[in-house]
């Protein structure tokens, strides 16, 4: 049973930076992770879960939120089996709740929540303006 643990959240001020982790384990075969579709996606109370990026793991191809194009950017290390969002110039609405996602692999890459099917338990965000 693959498992994401998210780590590197916290408070900052805004025009700040945070690099946040995602750790995946338990898959069968490290062919399997590395084919992969993992995304990012954030959670403001009283709001609904918003898609912010996402990787294949096959070929790096990524795709971002509009709210975010320039500022955070997605990678992943096949070989740590880890998933990264690099935030930079954090503003205060990117408060919120920061979420990993996976699914199995496949060619379409979306923000879409329904795709993903593998979920860690998040890591708070907070921006102070």
């Known amino acids: 049973q693959v498992q994401l643990v998210e780590s590197g959240g916290g408070s900052v001020q805004a025009g700040g930076s945070l690099r946040l982790s995602c750790v995946a384990s338990g898959y069968a075969s490290s062919y399997a992770s590395s084919r992969s579709r993992m995304a990012w996606f954030r959670q403001a109370p009283g709001k609904e879960r918003e898609g912010v990026a996402a990787i294949r793991s096959s070929d790096g191809v990524t795709t971002y939120a509009d709210s975010i194009k320039g500022r955070f950017t997605i990678s992943k290390d096949n070989a740590k089996n880890t998933l990264y969002l690099q935030m930079n110039s954090l503003k205060s609405e990117d408060t919120a709740m920061y979420f990993c996602?996976?699914?199995?692999?496949?060619?379409?890459?979306?923000?879409?929540?329904?795709?993903?099917?593998?979920w860690g338990q998040g890591t708070q965000v907070t921006v102070s303006s």
């Open positions: 996602a996976a699914t199995a692999p496949g060619w379409s890459l979306t923000l879409d929540t329904r795709l993903y099917n593998i």
